[in-house]
């Protein structure tokens, strides 16, 4: 009985073994082998495939080569150029030749290593071990392309798939890492600068623009962080900055916490700053920075910007605080006395953007704003500016907007209330409007457009200056039809409008008290004959028009209104953009137009020229009209445009001749054609060096407005430019404003050295002097930006 129990272990033992192998067998994956010439050797244990080779395994792992030896025997697989690993993953392993371990699972890899990870980052090596049961490499000569754009290199490189990691480095015993040791140790280079990696030089021979040198980096993929030891920043290969830690989020990662760049700033009135941002990236859908202002000389202001995003709508908030001035009585650098008030200063904006199906009609907008700023030129003393807000702000508006949309028909419901911080009279500081309501349907009927309005407002201008109106409108425009017999290409377009405004005014000024009814009927005809002249390349155009006009009723008095005649209001069925005050009685405006164009042999237009000019006549002086426009007399001021633009670029198809330029001219010449009592000019020239702009706006017995906005930039090799700019009142022959600046930009740093120098003074606002020195790195944004104005002194 013991020697059959015997005999059956041994046979239970021998078939253990015999599945154990046979599993162990199957855990080695076999391949087929396919290729234009295949040989085998050593009773079928070699196979050797050369021209286009290709080994399967039956888990989808591929190789390619230009030759693949497949050893039965030793459980390997040797290729010779054109090496291609691709895994189950899809990650993917180029070299000149391969030893790969079946057994082991390991691959070694020699000359011209690349792996290619299937997220897009891209490692180079001389030489790398992966494990395949690992997800592990090891190389040396490190080099990598991240889909970031950034560039690492490294004498050693391990990366790990399973855990998403990599680690460039070696840790070095403790007691080796002194400072002064750590020049000779440092063999890893990040740099975020994309032309790096486009040399076949390391970071640290090409000096990029700048880069961090350390002992040793990790970067986690999952986290999307990078962690560095032992760390210099350098400028051009040359050390500026020390930390033996830092960490910071890869240039993809668009949201993280973490403290931002801070700015160093001087104010000619308050002082040295120190501004610290601090990004709370809250959740996925919302996010908060706090901005501590720290003052040397006054008391500090907190920033804070809120940002929520929803599936139907979005918040923000913009708020700040501060206990107000330390030092009440300021004397400026000339002895005189800066007006200065007691009390905390603050301001709160709020905005809420929403989208909505079928509150009313289909589609659905609502928009909620509040705005305060506790004194009027708290903004302005504390540059205060941010994406939502600017210093110079001078009216808030306080509302609420319901647009609903259904196919061409919109209904609005509005309240709003405005304020201006200019004016101190708190009786007429504040407008609104309670209730806004409107309605305004587009159709087709007869083969005619209409379009019907329909509004209700309630308005407050300040103190006990009330309106309210109920306007019922209808707007009927033909298609323009052709003349073929009369006056062959002739166009006319007829156009018609019914108005009936009622509206109950209370002490406004030059306005009908009490209820007031009216009803306008305006009738229109507009006219044109394009003439057209067209050559291989050229386009030529003149097109006189005419637009007559009449409009029943009698129309309020309008003399203080500010209203100055544009091209535009010689078409217009509504002259003064007033709809509750239309210009009435018969018109004639009148005008040609003149266009021409040259194109290239791509059809292209590389030459444009345009110009304008018109008059309005009317039978009879119209007194109601305003005071500031000639819409009041029988015959108006001419008014015009013309416009040019030339790219030189384009015309000889050559991106080297980049000789380019535009310029828009507006106009208003009298009558008598003898005085220009308005000029505008925008111009624009620039070439791959330069680029000059011009701003020149000029009023004359129609306002008396005069100044002038200069801006020249220049681009220098080696990506250096400079900026210069001013802007003067040409009344006052008062400069308001200058500034230069020279800097260093290119797709991963910028230095600055920026001059600018404010005249003007307003209360506590004053003349002021900086001169900023700023370094941002890129891509992670916000500049370090010292003030160095003490330098002027």
């Known amino acids: ?18 599945l154990t192998n046979n599993l162990k067998a199957e855990e080695i994956a076999l391949y087929t082998i396919e290729g234009n010439f295949i040989k085998t050797t050593n009773n079928g244990s070699l196979i050797i495939s050369e021209g286009d080779s290709i080994a399967i395994d039956k888990f989808g792992k591929k190789i390619f080569s230009d030759q693949i030896i497949y050893n039965k025997k030793k459980l390997t697989i040797e290729t010779q150029s054109n090496s291609i690993f691709v895994d189950e993953q899809g990650n993917k392993l180029h ?18 290593v690349k792996y290619f990870e299937k997220e897009g980052n891209v490692f180079y090596f ?80 090409q000096c990029p623009d700048w880069s961090l040198s350390t002992q040793k980096t990790v970067y986690n993929r999952n986290e999307k962080m990078l962690y560095h030891y032992g760390t210099f920043l350098k400028i051009k290969n040359i050390p500026v900055f020390y930390t033996p830690y830092f960490s910071h989020p890869d240039p993809s990662v668009k949201r993280k916490s973490g403290i931002l760049a801070p700015s160093i700033k ?35 202001v907190y920033l804070a910007e809120y940002r929520k995003q929803n599936l139907n709508n979005k918040i923000f908030i913009d708020t700040s605080y501060s206990e107000g001035y330390k030092n009440l009585n300021k004397i400026d650098s000339s002895g005189n006395s800066i007006a200065r008030t007691n009390g905390s200063r603050n301001h709160f904006f709020f905005n809420f953007l929403g989208n909505y199906d079928d509150l009313l009609l289909n589609k659905n907008d609502i928009e909620i704003n509040l705005q305060r700023i506790s004194q009027k030129n708290y903004l302005k003393v504390h540059e205060i500016n941010t994406n939502q807000i600017k210093q110079d702000i001078n009216l808030l508006n306080n509302n609420f907007i319901l647009n609903s949309y259904e196919k061409n028909k919109k209904i609005t419901f509005r309240t709003n209330i405005l304020e201006d911080l200019n004016n101190e009279n708190k009786n007429q500081k504040y407008q609104y409007t309670i209730p806004g309501i409107e309605y305004s349907d587009f159709f087709r009927k007869f083969n005619i457009n209409l379009n019907l309005y329909n509004s209700l407002l309630g308005s407050n201008y300040g103190g006990d200056s009330n309106q309210l109106s109920l306007i019922n409108k209808i707007d009927a425009q033909s298609d323009p039809k052709i003349f073929k017999n009369f006056i062959q290409g002739l166009t006319n377009t007829f156009k018609a409008s019914i108005n009936n405004i009622n509206y109950y005014n209370e002490n406004l000024a030059d306005k009908k008290e009490n209820l007031t009814q009216n009803i306008y009927l305006t009738t229109a005809l507009e006219s044109s004959y394009p003439l057209l002249k067209l050559g291989e390349k050229k386009e030529e155009t003149i097109i006189p028009k005419t637009f007559l006009k009449f409009t029943t009723g009698k129309m309020d008095n309008a003399n203080s209104e500010d209203k100055k005649l544009s091209y535009n209001d010689i078409y217009s069925m509504n002259r003064m953009n007033n709809l509750t005050n239309p210009e009435t009685g018969a018109s004639l405006g009148y005008g040609v137009e003149y266009n021409f164009s040259n194109k290239n042999e791509n059809n292209e237009i590389y030459n444009k ?45 050559n991106k080297a001749e980049q000789n380019n330029f535009d310029i828009n001219y507006d106009y208003i010449l009298n009558k008598n054609f003898n005085k220009f009592l308005k000029n505008t000019i925008l111009a624009n020239y620039y070439n791959r060096q330069n680029k000059y702009s011009l701003d020149y706006h000029e009023t004359n017995g129609i306002g008396n407005e005069h100044y002038i906005d200069l801006k020249y930039t220049r681009n220098f090799e080696n ?38 120098k404010q005249f003007y003074r307003n209360d506590e606002l004053k003349p002021s002097n900086n001169l900023t020195l700023s370094v941002t790195f890129k891509p992670f944004g916000t500049p370090l930006s010292p003030d160095i104005s003490e330098l002027l002194k």
């Open 1 to 18: 009985m013991t020697r059959k129990i015997k005999i059956i272990n041994f046979l239970l033992f021998f078939l253990i073994t015999i």
């Open 95 to 112: 070299a000149n030749n391969f030893l790969y371990n079946l057994k082991s699972k390991i691959i070694s890899a020699k000359g011209s």
């Open 126 to 205: 001389d030489k790398l071990e992966y494990n395949e049961n690992l997800k592990k490499g090891i190389g040396e000569n490190f080099k990598a392309k991240l889909l970031d754009k950034s560039t690492i290199n490294a004498n050693f490189a391990e990366f790990n798939n399973i855990e998403k990691t990599l680690v460039l480095g070696k840790d070095y015993p403790k007691k080796k890492q002194h400072f002064l040791n750590l020049f000779n140790k440092n063999e890893n280079y990040y740099s975020s600068c994309e032309s790096v990696f486009k040399s076949d030089k390391k970071i640290n021979e």
């Open 266 to 300: 001087n104010f000619t009135d308050l002082g040295q700053t120190l501004k610290t941002p601090y990004f709370w990236a809250i959740d996925d859908s919302s996010d908060l920075t706090i901005t501590p202002v720290f003052y040397f000389d006054e008391n500090n």
């Open 609 to 653: 020229i345009s110009t304008s000019i018109g008059q309005v006549l009317k039978p009879k002086k119209q007194n109601e009209m305003p005071n500031n426009s000639s819409l009041k007399d029988k015959s108006s001021n001419f008014v015009g445009n013309i416009f040019a633009s030339y790219n030189n670029e384009l015309a000889t198809n």
């Open 719 to 756: 990506f250096i430019n400079f900026s210069a700019g001013t802007k003067k009142n040409l009344n006052a022959n008062f400069t308001e404003s200058n500034y230069f600046g020279i800097n260093y930009d290119t797709d991963c740093l910028n230095i600055g050295i920026n001059l600018s």
